[in-house]
C-alpha cells in the first residue's frame, strides 16, 4: 500500500486526476475519512468534502494499486 502526505490542493488535484483518466475512475474505489471520523464514499463525494476541508485521508484502490493519501 503506498502511502502520501500531501495538503488540500494536491489532495484535489490526485482525484481529479482519478477522475479525469475515465474507465479507471468506474474501477476506483475511494473512500474518506472526515475529521470527525465519520466516512465519505464515492469519488463525487470525497471530492465534495476535500474542498470543504473536511477530509482528514482517504483511501483509494484501482489498477495502480491500494494507497492512501492523508491531507495536513
Known amino acids: 500500500m503506498n ?8 489532495a484535489v488535484r490526485r482525484i481529479i486526476d482519478l ?17 470527525d471520523g465519520r466516512e465519505v464514499h464515492g469519488l463525487e463525494q470525497v471530492l465534495l468534502h476535500l474542498r470543504i ?8 484502490s484501482s489498477s495502480f494499486g491500494p494507497e492512501i493519501v492523508f491531507v495536513s
Open 3 to 10: 502511502r502520501y502526505f500531501t495538503n488540500k490542493q494536491g
Open 19 to 35: 477522475k479525469r483518466n475515465g474507465p479507471e475512475a468506474f474501477r476506483a474505489m475511494v473512500v474518506g475519512t472526515q475529521k
Open 53 to 60: 476541508g473536511r477530509i482528514a485521508h482517504f483511501t483509494c
